[in-house]
């Protein structure tokens, strides 16, 4: 026992010995490794047969350096400062609208309702020619975008063009400090169940779930709260702790972080009094529900306080710091990893192996643990709903529709002819409108290849080189005659998938983001599935039954 125990203290001992040696011997290779660097970049500038921009080689090296890394680890140089803060604040001095690149022009896809773009008449659809004098012809939309952005209280000259318009329009408008709304939309159905649509976890986002709460449980007597989370890819960490402490009593762990730095190793609770311990509680995610949007439905599963309801959440379990550099520059940095209250951490990939590829999403099950009512949970995969519902991807035709402007061009077609539509909530795809979009793809000659015609053109070059093309020619020829014939009938066979995207393309020129949620959730097979839980119309009490286990 003795031996042990003198054994165990010379290794106390030496572990912090050894510590400081690695820090020692890190220290020296970072030395030597910017002494190099700076020598190279000295001769270069000294020797090369060109000019060349010590500025742009910098930040390619760098870029270079942290692509090693994680994603989320990236180098914010002063161009970009403004950009950064928007992620924490939802702030920026602009117009208010968010643009697209269609491989020739900018063209404006949203402009925020109540914000200089929309005030100034600015329409989905307008295409940006010019910024104060500045082509912008060929120009991305993050190079258009700082020409968009500036000081609040300064004036921006634009030159636009707008579908079924001849001449170009021009128009000045005045930048304001924008504020994009962390809650787009929320509303208390007939039936007694709120929902709230959170869009983001920028500043004071937990207050104002907070107070929008507290508003719709005095006026209504509330039989359920869905709190939406699809598509929000995270933002501030305290604000989703706020956001679980309304359903969550005080001092309770939410969210663990552990990394490298003292600094970033701590435990974040609960601070508040609940606003509601009882109110039956949906939570709705999918695959791009990130970061604060699984802390808060890991925490809410975790505690067994609400059913999470959709699909697998995206996987991100990072945490990141935003640290000060020289020159006005920044670096956004993973500092550690955060946990829920079950211990488990939500972070699908291990970026340390980043180099094996054969690490990829999937749906194994990874190391289990227990929710506080006993019910079984997995790390390593975002957060498992507890309710799944499946949905099926979109047909080749209807992606090719939507990824290639198809749908968004028509909507600028409709606008222009149509001065209004039925409200956000009633409106829809009408048989007239739906042969007008059909004739409309059809006069763009819209043409694309499928997965079929891919694999008959891989059977056929397969079958040539084996020397079989001559004698299998005649099935083939049949095949392709029969997917041609029923490739002719996609727009047909597709069409509920294809006037879901354009009934939302339509609202947003009239209803902006607020329409389009609105005009969502008609058909909405997640919050149809709420409803169910939350209001047993079932007949049998699924919400207890999930919470339970049983």
């Known amino acids: 026992?003795?031996?042990?125990?003198?054994?165990?203290?010379?290794?106390?001992?030496?572990?912090?010995?050894?510590?400081?040696?690695?820090?020692?011997?890190?220290?020296?290779?970072?030395?030597?490794?910017?002494?190099?660097?700076?020598?190279?970049?000295?001769?270069?500038?000294?020797?090369?047969?060109?000019?060349?921009?010590?500025?742009?080689?910098?930040?390619?090296?760098?870029?270079?350096?942290?692509?090693?890394?994680?994603?989320?680890?990236?180098?914010?140089?002063?161009?970009?400062?403004?950009?950064?803060?928007?992620?924490?604040?939802?702030?920026?001095?602009?117009?208010?609208?968010?643009?697209?690149?269609?491989?020739?022009?900018?063209?404006?896809?949203?402009?925020?309702e109540g914000w200089p773009a929309q005030k100034a008449g600015i329409i989905a659809g307008d295409a940006i020619l010019e910024v104060n004098g500045?082509?912008?012809?060929?120009?991305?939309?993050?190079e258009v975008s700082n020409l968009l952005k500036g000081q609040p209280g300064t004036e921006v000259k634009l030159k636009i063009k707008r579908y079924g318009e001849d001449k170009p329009l021009e128009m000045t408008l005045k930048r304001e400090k924008v504020k994009i709304d962390n809650i787009p939309y929320y509303k208390v159905f007939d039936n007694g169940v709120a929902y709230l649509a959170l869009s983001g976890f920028t500043r004071d986002a937990g207050k104002e779930v907070k107070d929008k709460l507290l508003e719709m449980k005095k006026n209504h007597t509330l039989k359920g709260f869905v709190l939406d989370l699809r598509g929000n890819g995270g933002g501030l960490m305290n604000e989703a702790v706020d956001i679980v402490n309304l359903f969550i009593p005080k001092a309770k762990a939410v969210v663990s972080m552990k990394g490298k730095a003292?600094?970033?190793?701590?435990?974040?609770?609960?601070?508040?009094?609940?606003?509601?311990?009882?109110?039956?509680?949906?939570?709705?995610?999918?695959?791009?529900?990130?970061?604060?949007?699984?802390?808060v439905a890991g925490a809410i599963q975790d505690y067994d306080r609400g059913v999470i309801i959709g699909q697998r959440t995206f996987g991100?379990?990072?945490?990141?710091?935003?640290?000060?550099?020289?020159?006005?520059?920044q670096m956004k940095v993973t500092v550690a990893h955060y946990y829920i209250p079950s211990g488990r951490c939500i972070q699908e990939i291990d970026y340390s192996h980043k180099k094996d590829t054969t690490q990829t999403k999937n749906d194994t099950l990874g190391k289990p643990f227990k929710t506080l009512g006993g019910r079984t949970v997995y790390e390593g995969h975002g957060i498992m709903p507890d309710v799944k519902v499946k949905r099926d991807a979109y047909a080749t035709v209807t992606a090719y529709l939507f990824a290639k402007n198809y749908i968004f061009d028509y909507a600028n077609k409709f606008h222009h002819e149509h001065k209004s539509?039925?409200?956000?909530?009633?409106?829809?795809?009408?048989?007239?409108?739906?042969?007008?979009?059909?004739?409309?793809?059809k006069d763009k000659k819209f043409a694309y290849t499928t997965e079929s015609e891919k694999a008959i053109e891989k059977l056929k070059k397969t079958a040539k080189e084996e020397g079989y093309l001559d004698k299998i020619k005649p099935q083939i020829e049949l095949l392709e005659k029969n997917l041609a014939a029923e490739k002719e009938n996609d727009l047909i066979s597709n069409r509920k998938d294809i006037e879901e995207l354009l009934r939302s393309e339509i609202v947003g020129r009239y209803y902006y983001q607020k329409g389009r949620i609105i005009a969502s959730l008609n058909d909405d097979p997640d919050l149809k599935r709420a409803f169910e839980i939350l209001l047993n119309t079932n007949g049998k009490d699924e919400y207890h039954s999930i919470l339970s286990g049983k």
Request: hydrophobic share 40%; glycine share 4%.
């Open 421 to 441: 539509i039925a409200p956000a909530e009633s409106f829809q795809i009408d048989e007239a409108t739906y042969q007008d979009f059909m004739k409309f793809v």
């Open 1 to 112: 026992m003795k031996k042990i125990q003198i054994i165990t203290f010379i290794l106390a001992l030496l572990l912090p010995l050894g510590l400081l040696a690695q820090e020692k011997q890190n220290n020296f290779e970072i030395a030597k490794s910017i002494d190099i660097y700076n020598s190279l970049l000295r001769e270069l500038n000294l020797n090369y047969v060109d000019e060349i921009n010590p500025g742009e080689l910098n930040e390619t090296a760098i870029k270079a350096m942290l692509d090693e890394l994680d994603p989320y680890t990236v180098f914010i140089p002063e161009s970009d400062i403004e950009n950064a803060k928007f992620m924490t604040t939802g702030e920026y001095g602009g117009i208010g609208a968010l643009i697209q690149y269609d491989g020739e022009l900018t063209r404006f896809s949203d402009p925020y």
């Open 316 to 329: 991100k379990g990072l945490v990141q710091n935003i640290l000060p550099l020289s020159y006005n520059t």
């Open 134 to 142: 500045v082509d912008c012809k060929k120009k991305n939309t993050q």
């Open 262 to 295: 003292a600094n970033a190793n701590s435990i974040h609770p609960t601070t508040n009094d609940p606003v509601d311990l009882e109110i039956p509680l949906a939570i709705l995610v999918d695959g791009n529900s990130a970061s604060a949007s699984e802390i």
